[in-house]
């Protein structure tokens, strides 16, 4: 039973699905078919699967069922299948030597294209370095001009500042002067 099993499912690799579907869709014989349905396409598919009948068993109330019969394969289909391979064409001296050298220039050619790729690619890191080396120093360079304005303002300011305080003192001192005279002139005056 295992040995039967084995044997279907190894036909089953063997056939197609469409010829197994044509097979159970026209279970006559392939001589019935012949004379009946010429045009058919399943035709060739079941002339292919010669070696296997599928016989129809008593309709189910699930679906229905088939049972494939597997025949003995002939010696006749196994001469079908040899194939001779085409002979082999001499392959001279000069024809290796291009090869060989078709194969060097390919090598050179690739070579040469990972080479300029890597020299693209280190070109290119060159320029973002730079690109960044020059954003960096022109950050650095305005950040320097904005620091120098602000000190400047910030001098100015402060300049401005200690010359109203000495402004102030001044006009302090010109006024205590001036209060100091006055009181002296008045005491003078009353004396």
């Known amino acids: 039973m295992a040995k039967t099993a084995i044997a279907y499912k190894e036909k ?3 056939i197609s ?4 579907i044509c097979s159970c869709l026209y279970p006559e014989t392939p001589k019935n078919i012949l004379g009946d349905f010429e045009d058919r396409f399943c035709l060739s598919f079941l002339h292919v699967n010669a070696d296997m009948a599928i016989k129809p068993i008593n309709k189910r109330a699930s679906g229905q069922a ?3 019969i597997l025949k003995p394969s002939s010696p006749v289909s196994d001469a079908a299948h040899c194939v001779t391979t085409p002979p ?4 001279s001296l000069e024809d290796i030597q291009k090869k060989l050298e078709a194969a060097e220039e390919r090598r050179r050619s690739q070579e040469a294209q990972v080479l300029r790729a890597l020299a693209e690619k280190r070109d290119h890191e060159r320029d973002v370095l730079l690109k960044a080396m020059e954003e960096n120093s022109n950050f ?3 950040a320097e001009e904005k620091l120098q304005v602000k000190m400047e303002h910030i001098e100015e300011n402060r300049q401005a500042y ?6 102030r003192l001044q006009e302090r001192e010109r006024h205590a002067q001036e209060v100091r005279r006055n ?5 003078e005056v009353t004396a």
Do not use: P, Y
């Not at 699905?17 to 197994?20: C, K």
């Not at 082999?88 to 392959?91: G, W």
């Not at 009181?183 to 005491?187: A, F, G, S, T, V």
């Open 88 to 91: 082999k064409r001499d392959v």
């Open 140 to 142: 650095s360079r305005m």
């Open 162 to 167: 200690l010359a109203a305080i000495m402004e």
């Open 12 to 14: 089953m690799k063997e």
């Open 183 to 187: 009181k002296e002139l008045r005491e």
């Open 66 to 68: 088939f049972e494939v």
């Open 17 to 20: 699905v469409l010829s197994f």
